[in-house]
């Protein structure tokens, strides 16, 4: 089976090593050999760290989409439209399968790409686009076929994960820890994808299509970063017997789907809770299966690379699987449920200063809105000075929620912005 490589970044490197070093693998479970044939990226001088010289080179990675000398294309470059989308196209036009590690591509342009496929026969897989090396699209594609699912969610972005385990070990706040982040490579030059939540969102987008047998829309989700958590929050969460993490979530609920992302604190008695540093998990929840739990490396060479390579051994066993477990003609539009409508408990922490009758303020808003409170909590007195007052809601609608942190922070004593996490029971 002759491969062609768009792309010799990070997972392209990587995946030439996997494929040189474990060839006679590849081929004895593939039932045929994996020869790398072609390679394209911008730079042809640069040294990749592996040896790129047996392989024909391609300035322009849409003609190496279109050689005859290749059968696969794996498409390593990214971004959601331009070059990749275009290296993507060129090859199932072109009667080739493709293998893509590219998220943004697949939230966006998923279902008219899985058509395209389909109707050329020829396999689209993209394994390596969620959670790097958790065969988690395998695992709902396949092997959780037989349940209808009810919730998937996770864990979905490493760099978020380093940063709020980091932020929980040393007390430091967010700008501080990623600036090391940034340093050690963990965050990227500009980590606004990662750390506001777009990467995960990608990837939940995906998740619940395979999940759930509808479209990917990448439109319907609620996105929110991690940004606005603070060493304080953090320190209340483990407090109250939470951990702060970044959840991004798909969720069937009565007359539609939710599909979001944003910090949650989540119970420390969670698997999940229990997931730190770059790594990341996912949960599955299936009416047979009951709770399935899947957790490892989310990114980096080897566990993209990983992924990439059993998407390789399966074409070369000739599987052709609908990309998202359904033809792309039978996936079903379900509406979305507006996160207005969400409800569930959350925690949000005042900074106010510390005057007679600003609890009773606090309590007739909440009254107004019919949110109640489950519990306060505020540390001693400080009379003048400004303090953290932290409140715990009972389920609370995010539409009323809305109101409000608005009528909160119009209150004079409140000196800034209130801020919210939403608790996930799980
Ligand atoms: N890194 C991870 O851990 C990870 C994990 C899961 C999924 N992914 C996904 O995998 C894909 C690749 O990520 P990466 O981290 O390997 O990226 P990367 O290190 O930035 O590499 C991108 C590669 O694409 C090449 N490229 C850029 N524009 C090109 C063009 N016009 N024509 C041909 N080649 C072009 C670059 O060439 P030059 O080297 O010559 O500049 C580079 O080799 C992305 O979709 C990413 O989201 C990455």
């Given amino acids: 089976m002759r491969i062609g490589i768009a792309g010799l970044g990070t997972v392209g490197a990587g995946l030439i090593e996997l494929i040189q070093k474990h060839g006679d693998l590849l081929a004895r479970r593939g039932g045929k050999s994996l020869e790398i044939t072609a390679v394209s990226a911008r730079d042809k001088s640069r040294d990749r760290g592996v040896d790129c010289s047996g392989y024909e080179w391609f300035d322009n990675a849409v003609d190496l989409a279109a050689s005859d000398k290749v059968d696969v294309v794996v498409e390593l470059i990214g971004g959601s439209d331009g070059i990749a989308r275009e290296v993507v196209e060129t090859a199932i036009g072109n009667g080739k399968a493709v293998v893509t590690a590219n998220k943004a591509l697949i939230a966006h342009h998923g279902t008219s790409l899985a058509a395209a496929a389909e109707s050329m026969k020829v396999p689209l897989s993209f394994e390596a686009a969620v959670a790097g090396g958790i065969p988690i699209v395998k695992a709902l594609r396949e092997g959780l076929a037989g349940n209808e699912i009810s919730r998937v969610y996770g864990i979905l972005n490493g760099t978020c994960n380093y940063i709020l385990t980091q932020m929980e070990e040393s007390g430091r706040d967010f700008e501080d820890v990623l600036d090391d982040a940034q340093k050690l490579g963990y965050a990227e030059a500009d980590p606004a994808f990662d750390i506001d939540g777009v990467d995960a969102a990608h990837k939940i987008a995906i998740l619940a299509s395979l999940a759930f047998g509808c479209p990917v829309d990448f439109d319907a989700l609620h996105i929110e970063g991690i940004r606005h958590v603070t060493a304080l929050d953090i320190a209340y969460a483990t407090e109250l017997g939470y951990r702060i993490k970044l959840l991004a979530i798909a969720r069937r609920g009565e007359g539609g789907i939710e599909q979001r992302v944003h910090p949650c604190m989540v119970p420390l008695h969670t698997p999940i809770a229990h997931v730190d540093g770059v790594f990341n998990a996912v949960v599955a929840e299936g009416d047979f299966v009951d709770q399935t739990v899947y957790e490892g490396r989310g990114a980096g060479a080897g566990p993209t690379a990983s992924a990439v390579a059993a998407d390789l051994v399966d074409i070369a066993r000739g599987l052709n699987l609908a990309p998202f477990a359904v033809a792309a003609s039978d996936l079903q539009e379900v509406p979305t449920l507006p996160m207005d409508d969400h409800e569930g408990p959350v925690y949000v922490r005042?900074?106010?200063?510390?005057?007679?009758?600003?609890?009773?303020?606090?309590?007739?808003?909440?009254?107004?809105?019919?949110?109640?409170?489950?519990?306060?909590?505020?540390?001693?007195r400080s009379p003048g000075e400004v303090v953290p007052v932290i409140l715990i809601l009972h389920d609370a609608r995010e539409g009323a929620m809305k109101r409000v942190l608005k009528s909160l922070e119009e209150m004079e004593p409140v000196v800034e912005p209130p801020r919210m996490i939403r608790i996930e029971l799980l």
Avoid: F, H, K, T
Wanted: net charge negative; proline share 3%.
């Fill in 350 to 380: 005042l900074m106010v200063l510390d005057q007679p009758g600003v609890m009773a303020d606090v309590a007739a808003i909440l009254r107004d809105e019919n949110v109640s409170i489950e519990s306060v909590l505020q540390r001693g």
